[in-house]
Antibody
Framework: EVQLVQSGGGLVQPGGSLRLSCAAS????????MNWVRQSPGKGLEWVAR??????????DYAGPVKGRFTISRDDSKNTLYLQMNSLKSEDTAVYYC???????WGQGTLVTVSS | EVVLTQSLDFQSVTPKEKVTITCRAS??????LHWFQQKPDQSPKLLIK???QSISGVPSRFSGSGSGTDFTLTINSLEAEDAAAYYC?????????FGQGTKLEIK
């Protein structure tokens, strides 16, 4: 079955760190360009980051609000995508989705709450 | 940065009506514009990619058109199950960006 299964997330204090994971199956993960997208409660969708496949350079790109604090990475041996989130702020509170946009694949979403 | 502006934030429509949602980009993005449907507590679902390319499994009443800065999602003969939020996304220029969303309510 083609799917993205997310894990991680939860409650973290401002200034803290958290790592999200996204396990891929049923498609060729190694050639996929993967993204993270988030959605604050009751709000619209916001693109967060993208990582290209290693064969295409493996380069990463970020949205302005998370640049320098978040790191997207991948482990092709485990078919897994990651999002390391540091120096978290209250405005980072959101449901985070991993996605292979072109294939129309989305994870189930995971809630990250930044609060003291 | 490319700003995407959807024509309406909210629209109340009746079944079998034809619905058009537009998405305008602040600069040309070619055909790198995609449409998504999101129902409450669900992940987004890809409806149309690259402005007009249909997606397997998506009902044929959904279609897309446009290029450059002006794009349209059309839903022919609206059904009750189409009640949802609709978003456009541009991947032509980094950083990628979404429109603010259009919520469709079925009367």
């Amino acid at each position: 079955e083609v799917q993205l299964v997310q894990s991680g997330g939860g409650l973290v204090q401002p200034g803290g760190s958290l790592r999200l994971s996204c396990a891929a199956s049923g498609f060729t993960f190694t050639t996929a360009w993967m993204n993270w997208v988030r959605q604050s409660p009751g709000k619209g969708l916001e693109w967060v980051a993208r990582i290209k496949s290693k064969t295409d350079g493996g380069t990463t790109d970020y949205a302005g609000p998370v640049k320098g604090r978040f790191t997207i990475s991948r482990d092709d041996s485990k078919n897994t995508l990651y999002l390391q989130m540091n120096s978290l702020k209250s405005e980072d509170t959101a449901v985070y989705y991993c996605s292979e946009i072109g294939l129309g694949l989305w994870g189930q979403g995971t809630l990250v709450t930044v609060s003291s | 940065e490319v700003v995407l502006t959807q024509s309406l934030d909210f629209q109340s429509v009746t079944p079998k009506e034809k619905v058009t949602i537009t998405c305008r980009a602040s600069q040309s993005i070619g055909s790198s514009l995609h449409w998504f449907q999101q129902k409450p507590d669900q992940s987004p679902k890809l409806l149309i990619k690259y402005a007009s390319q249909s997606i397997s499994g998506v009902p044929s009443r959904f279609s897309g058109s446009g290029s450059g800065t002006d794009f349209t999602l059309t839903i022919n003969s609206l059904e009750a199950e189409d009640a949802a939020a609709y978003y456009c996304l541009q991947t032509g220029t980094l950083p990628f960006s979404f429109g603010q969303g259009t919520k469709l309510e079925i009367k």
